[in-house]
């Protein structure tokens, strides 16, 4: 059985390898649905990992972030590169707005071979979709896309959490939407590598750009610092100026010997966290038996307390002790 | 030196317990440090707990929560009850608003000595404020506050995370701020028991509870329909209104058994989150060391991949078998 899937995890390896777009489009439907296939492949491919430019953009719902993709498509394109697209939806089923308007995007782009497009949106917990996330860009880098775009809607921690597995992060600011909801959000002013300014037509844009640039002066930058770009992406104005911001940001972390080690801390970041999650999977099962039962019982009639139970479970799970419920 | 710290913890417990104000300041300052101290105290009075009604209030920034949150103290006093008030904001230290709001809150409250109000910020990680918060709230739950309030500031999977610790989820929406931003946020909706449309004396006020409304349509709803409420905070006007509600949901929960069983899976939760963390600074502290780094070395010179690697650091830290790097 495990054979078999490593067998096929090289068929399937292969065709990626070759540019076979359904046999990528399948892996990724593997890797969202956490299958060991999935892995498998990746396993196989993560020696071409490494040559991509992986870029990620995050902005408030509203900013027009999906028509700036657009037109970030069709730049890089001029430029004669591939380019492929992952737009994640962390918000809840209630909403589906954005996967409505990528599937217009997509066809768009469906006759151009040089282009990818895939939406990802949460299936269960939004963990998942980041690791989820995380193993597409893998593989769509070992694909041998020079350029991979990761779009999220708002400006959430997951959000943050999905963005940051760019080498550069893009945020996109509108004027209009009230300051404090936009850059003021948690962490979202430290990611930021490029600021872009979108819809830059409408009055109040420059009073964001000043307010972006005011608050970049107040953090420390050492390679490195963060430029204020305005697009339109209506007209395209400015995105040529974006992607050269993009390019240069990637420029200056090599020049600084600084991406192989952002790369690195990001693997073993995403690695802490698989890890842990699967630890936390085996302890919840550990204790789903009558033991475990009896445990959350005497918790229930504070019998016991959360801080005593969990040292009880840290030394039952390393092995230093048997746990006997206190009376 | 242990026994020291479980002295001083029964110390604090009985000065917690007889209301001594400074004691219970000093205790959450213990927990926010995680200094085992703190914890100790929580060990000593967590039978004290499960008394108070814990509600939760969160929605974006400018829709006046913070007055709100007054008016509800307000009308909390006025029924003659104790309240607690935990504003937590944990956006980035770019920002120090709403902390200074909170100072002049605080002030108006100062000569009452049945309002407590603490300001928590993050001072490491997310995770870290959200296990602060949550400790907190026990404290003030022992120290037999029969109401409180927590609040925080923004509508990201942070403040969803944080305003889980409580019992009632008030969500605030005010008018103008655009829609998606407000309620389409990732998981905003369905953590809401109770809505707040603050503001209502704005134009547009009616649109935005008419717009909740039919999202709530949506959703199942088995044992409460959340209802909307709206309020005018500067007159405060339904906040009489919005705290029946809040009251109502909990007897509710009472009625159908849930409030039990709700609380014990946010223990549980609670408990699993901290102890993950725990195993995660075992394993990086492991891993600290000259085979870490040869592995470390290995991955980056993709000698190996993070999903071999994660799994030797699996069996490794199972204790299954040494880890051997391959080549």
């Known amino acids: 059985m495990t054979t078999h899937a490593k067998n096929d995890s090289n068929i399937w390896a292969e065709r990626v390898l070759a540019g076979d777009r359904r046999a990528l489009a399948r892996v990724i439907s593997l890797l969202e649905n956490q299958e060991p296939e999935g892995f498998h492949t990746l396993k196989t491919l993560y020696p071409k990992t490494g040559q991509a430019h992986i870029i990620g953009l995050t902005g408030p719902p509203g900013g027009g972030k999906s028509s700036l993709v657009d037109r970030m498509i069709q730049e890089i394109r001029s430029r004669g590169h591939e380019v492929a697209v992952v737009a994640v939806d962390p918000t809840s089923p ?9 599937r217009i995007r997509m066809q768009r782009w469906a006759s151009d071979t040089g282009v990818y497009i895939r939406s990802m949106g949460t299936r269960g917990s939004l963990g998942g979709l980041a690791r989820a996330v995380y193993a597409t860009v893998q593989l769509l880098d070992a694909a041998s896309f020079p350029y991979i775009l990761v779009e999220t809607v708002g400006v959430g921690q997951s959000e943050v959490d999905i963005v940051q597995v760019a080498d550069t992060v893009v945020v996109v600011s509108v004027p209009g939407l009230g300051d404090d909801v ?4 948690a962490g979202i002013m430290e990611i930021g590598d490029v600021f872009a300014v979108n819809k830059a037509d409408l009055p109040g844009s420059q009073r964001v750009v000043v307010e972006l640039q005011s608050m ?3 953090g420390s930058h050492d ?4 430029p204020v770009v305005t697009t339109v992406a209506t007209t ?14 990637l420029v200056v972390l ?7 080690k952002q790369r690195l801390a990001r693997e073993k970041e995403a690695l802490l966290q698989r890890l842990t999650e699967r630890i936390r999977c085996d ?6 038996n009558k033991q475990g039962n009896q445990a959350w019982e005497n918790l229930a009639a504070k019998k016991t307390d959360p801080y005593t139970l969990e040292e009880q479970l840290y030394l039952s799970w390393k092995g230093v002790t048997t746990v006997d419920n206190q009376d």
Not at 182 to 185: A, H, I, P, W, Y
Not at 254 to 260: D, I, M, R, S, V
Not at 283 to 288: F, L, Y
């Open 94 to 102: 209630f909403t589906g707005g954005a996967i409505l308007g990528d």
């Open 182 to 185: 936009q850059v003021s959000k």
């Open 216 to 218: 970049l002066d107040l």
């Open 223 to 226: 390679v490195w610092q963060p």
């Open 236 to 249: 395209g104005k400015g995105v040529s100026e974006l992607i050269t911001a993009i390019q240069e940001h």
């Open 254 to 260: 090599q020049e600084a010997n600084l991406l192989t």
């Open 283 to 288: 302890i919840t099962k550990q204790w789903s």
